[in-house]
């Protein structure tokens, strides 16, 4: 009989300092500010006879690594119907939002493939970015990964991918 297990990691690493806004129509957004962010990440798959479902450390290593990407920048939404975004010769980021401009150094800014920069497409990002092409997952045995990350305690949203899914 197969037996599956979950295992959790949430280890301090996994957190990134970032600035952002929530855009909730094309004239109403909020005020620039951060979070610290930390990310949940649970792996589950069967467990092999040697009693391990795998090597986990490639995951937390790729996990610590997109954080510290993320950590000290500030994100924008690539994506967003209601903001445009120009990038000068030096990589500079000039946004447009609602007749109002935006101005970020090159080396300050991340700009995600994203709508919008909330806890749902946050989670969403990170869980593709460790998903990638499947292959990470295959090494691993994992058949789903689930990634929560949260923008303080008691608030996250949850982002999950399954083998068969
Ligand atoms: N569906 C979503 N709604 C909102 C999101 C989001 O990511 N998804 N985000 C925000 C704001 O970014 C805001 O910063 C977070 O909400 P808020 O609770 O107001 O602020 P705090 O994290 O500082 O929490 P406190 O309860 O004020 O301590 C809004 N909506």
Redesign the pocket.
Known sequence: MARTTTIELHKEEMKFSAG???I?SATHR?NL?G?NFTVYVALTGEVLEDGILSDYRPLKTAIIDRCRAWNETFLLPGNSRHLRIERDARGNVLAHFNGEELRFLARDVTVLPVE???????SRMFGEGLVGDGSLMAQLHIQRLVVKCA??PG?W?SWEWGRHV
């Open positions: 952002h806004f929530t909730f909020e500010h979070h919008n920069i909330t806890l749902e497409e946050l923008s303080g608030q949203s």
